[in-house]
């Protein structure tokens, strides 16, 4: 069935050294054992699409984050329960920085740019929104008014310079809440970061099998995994 408690359910996908496992609204939904992974050598980090100019994304994309380990599943749900909780004792983002992300982007912004990025990576991971986002959706924290940016599925993504800290080798993990508009039977990126020929580095899917994906390349071909139905609106 598909996964939709909140307005922005949120996915966190999870590579440890020897397995991905793809997370929603803080519950693992699968996981798949993989013998390797191939971190992107150069290609940029797309959000809103993968970084290479296609399979935009329609709908709205908050609180994007990167980090170079693997985050414990304790630290996921921490990470939703705050979300949720409309008496926070601490404010979201001050969760999340404190697993120490490379990159977390809000997506809050009232002007276009830069799409900032409040992770260990500093103003060098700054974003750039392109094609003309549609920003100040509503986001995904309960009672909060942090904004998030919306993507129309046709040439709006926000581009991130590339960096190798988004790209451990060695386990990684992303972050981010989405809620799919349209795009039915194609496949839609809300983040990307990966390379082809040879497949490196990593990709997350609204599929056109209407399932999520979580994909990870290892040098000479994808490992992916299948979890929950995508459900729009």
């Not at 329609?58 to 693997?70: L, M, P, R, T």
């Not at 404010?91 to 490379?102: A, F, K, N």
């Amino acid at each position: 069935t598909g996964v939709q408690t909140c307005a922005l359910p949120i996915f966190v996908g999870v590579y440890d050294g020897g397995s991905i496992t793809l997370y929603v609204n803080g519950q693992q939904v699968a996981t798949v054992g993989v013998n390797s992974f191939a971190p992107n050598p150069s290609v940029g980090l797309g959000i809103g699409a993968r970084g290479d100019n296609a399979f935009f994304f329609d709908g709205a994309v908050d609180e994007a984050a990167i980090y170079a380990e693997a985050l414990p599943a304790e630290r996921i749900l921490a990470h939703y329960n705050n979300a949720m909780d409309d008496a926070r004792a601490v404010p979201y983002e001050e969760e999340v920085l404190s697993d120490t992300p490379i990159a977390y982007y809000r997506l809050n912004e009232a002007a276009p740019e830069p799409a900032e990025n409040l992770g260990s990576l500093g103003a060098a991971g700054n974003g750039i929104f392109s094609g003309q986002p549609t920003l100040g959706q509503t986001g995904a924290l309960l009672d909060d008014p942090d904004t998030a940016a919306g993507f129309s599925g046709a040439s709006q993504k926000v581009d991130v310079p590339y960096a190798a800290g988004l790209n451990n080798a060695n386990a990684f993990s992303f972050e981010f809440w989405a809620k799919v508009l349209g795009g039915a039977g194609n496949y839609r990126s809300p983040l990307t970061s990966r390379d082809d020929g040879p497949q490196r580095g990593y990709i997350i899917y609204a599929g056109a099998e209407n399932t999520w994906q979580f994909w990870s390349g290892n040098g000479a071909g994808w490992d992916n995994l299948a979890g929950p139905a995508v459900v729009e609106g």
